[in-house]
């Protein structure tokens, strides 16, 4: 770390680094003598940096607790303010929209949830209309940062588009993190949702477990967030884990022609099949249209119809988990979304996978559930400030 306070250049940067340890703390305290060590910075460049920054309302001090027997001063920590701002992570997904508030701790303070309209255009006015509401609801103490949202398909950085997404119409011609940006007056992170479902996951886990994984979104559709060696894996051109339009043509029935995996093993695709197999003869105690958790609660109880529809979409999902495996060798499978988190369609999926490897990767359900991606958004949106916050505070 380059030490002084001579240029405007360098005091930001050098602020950067302080701001950084902040975060890195939070919500822990830590010392004037602490920073200096962890950044390289001489104590008073350090210190001059923390009175700006208490200055600017970033950081506050700690009263220390009275020691007794104590000979000397004890050191004054300071920690981070966590309403010093707020980021808005969104999860933009084809059935509903969850929008959230959070402090710089990653605190969610407060959140909204609307059914997803039919076209990307009026998602977007959902989001900025949702975010006006909270952030006023929340008083004017409270200033936006940063945002980040995940959107169900491809994002495209250049040129600002959301590519193969079915199931949430109208990107084509959408520059959304433009858009977004600028009606919302700060910078917007655009992501995968199930990217940012791994993201979380991976800070949720806490072993080895999260260093090599697969996030797999089991819902309206399906898509998969690759973490290797700690680090997510978009591949060369952004569009890596779109597991959903895989071909396992020939899975379930060589007669069907070609068939995805999100044809097979989606909540749509196990409604229709439920309903199929009604339809073909086999009996149930539930109505035909049943929702998805009701259908997989009956197959856990040997509900024929039910015991079908799942075997299919299990059988399909070992498939592709196995293709997985192969090339990316994980140790662990996450499953999430409205069907995936569900245990019964985990342990479905894991007692078949034993037929296509010799040996397989943990495989669970992840605590997080539906809110997975949001809560991926809400800490995209708040890795982002650490680029932004301190030359807006330390600049002006």
């Given amino acids: 770390m380059i030490d002084g306070s001579g240029s405007w250049a360098l005091r930001l940067r050098n602020g950067q680094a302080v701001f950084d340890e902040f975060m890195e703390a939070a919500p822990f305290p830590i010392s004037r003598a602490t920073l200096a060590r962890r950044t390289g910075l001489s104590k008073p460049t350090v210190s001059a940096l923390v009175s700006d920054l208490e200055d600017a309302g970033v950081v506050s001090l700690i009263p220390p607790e009275a020691s007794q027997g104590r000979i000397g001063r004890p050191a004054a920590p300071y920690a981070l303010v966590p309403d010093a701002a707020v980021v808005v992570g969104v999860d933009m997904g084809a059935t509903k929209v969850i929008v959230g508030v959070a402090d710089l701790l990653g605190r969610v303070l407060a959140e909204d949830r609307i059914e997803t309209a039919s076209h990307a255009r009026a998602a977007v006015d959902t989001v900025v209309g949702s975010t006006t509401r909270l952030l006023a609801g929340l008083g004017k103490g409270h200033l936006l940062e ?17 590519e193969m997404s079915p199931n949430l119409a109208g990107f084509s011609d959408l520059p959304i993190r433009a858009e977004l940006s600028e009606r919302l007056g700060v910078p917007v992170t655009i992501e995968n949702d199930v990217n940012l479902a791994a993201v979380a996951e991976a800070e949720a886990m806490d072993d080895r477990g ?38 396992i043509s020939g899975v379930t029935d060589n007669r069907a022609g070609r068939q995805t995996l999100e044809d097979l093993a989606s909540a749509p695709a196990i409604r229709r099949r439920f309903r199929h197999a009604i339809d073909t003869g086999l009996t149930s105690r539930l109505e035909r249209d049943a929702e998805v958790s009701e259908i997989l609660l009956a197959a856990s109880s040997d509900d024929e119809a039910a015991s079908e529809a799942l075997g299919i979409a299990a059988e399909a ?14 140790a662990r499978i996450v499953f999430g979304g409205g069907v995936g988190s569900n245990p019964i369609f985990v ?14 990767p943990e495989l669970v359900a992840s605590a997080l559930g539906s809110r997975a991606a949001f809560m991926g958004a809400i800490s995209t949106a708040r890795a982002s400030v650490r680029t932004t916050f301190v030359r807006g505070r330390l600049g002006r």
């Fill in 146 to 162: 940063s945002g980040c949202v995940g959107v169900p398909g491809v994002y495209r950085p250049r040129p600002d588009r959301v």
């Fill in 210 to 247: 999260g260093l090599d994984f697969v996030a797999i979104s089991v819902g309206t559709g399906i898509g998969a967030g690759l973490v290797m060696d700690g680090r997510l894996y978009r591949g060369g051109h952004g569009a890596a884990g779109e597991l959903g339009s895989i071909d």
């Fill in 317 to 330: 999902m070992a498939s592709a988990v196995a293709w997985l495996c192969w090339f990316s060798d994980p």
């Fill in 347 to 360: 342990d479905a999926v894991r007692s078949r996978l034993g037929g296509y490897l010799d040996e397989t």
